[in-house]
């Protein structure tokens, strides 16, 4: 792994475990017995590393993406988020290190916000457009808006989570939320798939 990767690697797990905030570039550098110098060869400030690291988690969910919807129809996709909504207990929908990102560096928070917004975007009239291919969604769907509708939402609740103080209440009301939305914008054939699978 080449100098750069190892900082990559070695930044995340240390900040996954003990914050943003807490972790130095010495903190890293120690880790991996690597030198400042070195470390300031691939990343010019602690900021720089930290947006890259950002980067690379939008990345990672545009990959997700393609991944799961590969050979997949939406109401098997909508199978597993029924699931996973079925125990909000289990729900992680913001990552711990958004609460550090936006205290002590709300600049890069915002601009990460910025950019997960369109993705979210993107990705939500993706699913449109292939539910409504696969005709498991209503005929008179309009995307666009319902693309809008849904990254608002989303967008509204990772506000919430973030300075929520009862983060299970607010995971628990964000999908009822999606459940029901989805419910309504399914065809009659969607609602239909989507039960007998759900009961299987």
Avoid: W
């Avoid at 290190?97 to 205290?103: G, M, P, Q, V």
């Avoid at 990772?158 to 999908?175: C, F, P, W």
Wanted: with cysteine; proline share 2%.
């Amino acid at each position: 792994m080449d100098p750069r990767e190892q900082i990559i690697a070695a930044a995340s797990e240390k900040m996954r475990q003990a914050g943003i905030r807490s972790v130095s570039v010495d903190d890293i550098c120690r880790e991996l017995g690597m030198s400042k110098k070195t470390f300031y060869v691939h990343f010019e400030t602690k900021d720089v590393l930290i947006d890259e690291l950002l980067r690379r988690r939008e990345q990672h969910i545009v990959e997700e993406y393609e991944e799961k919807t590969k050979g997949h129809t939406i109401v098997e996709l909508l199978v597993d988020f029924f699931q996973i909504a079925r125990n909000p207990n289990d729900v992680r929908l913001v990552p711990p290190l958004y609460y550090d990102l936006r205290k002590y560096y709300p600049q890069l928070f915002e601009e990460h916000i910025q950019r997960l917004d369109a993705i979210n975007r993107d990705l939500i009239a993706r699913y449109l457009n292939k539910g409504k291919a696969e005709k498991l969604f209503r005929e008179d769907l309009d995307v666009e808006l319902t693309a809008e509708l849904c990254a608002e939402l989303h967008q509204r609740m990772m506000n919430r989570l973030i300075t929520a103080k009862d983060e299970k209440h607010v995971a628990k009301v964000s999908n009822y939320g999606v459940r029901i939305f989805f419910r309504g914008i399914l065809s009659d054939e969607g609602r239909l798939l989507l039960r007998e699978k759900l009961q299987k």
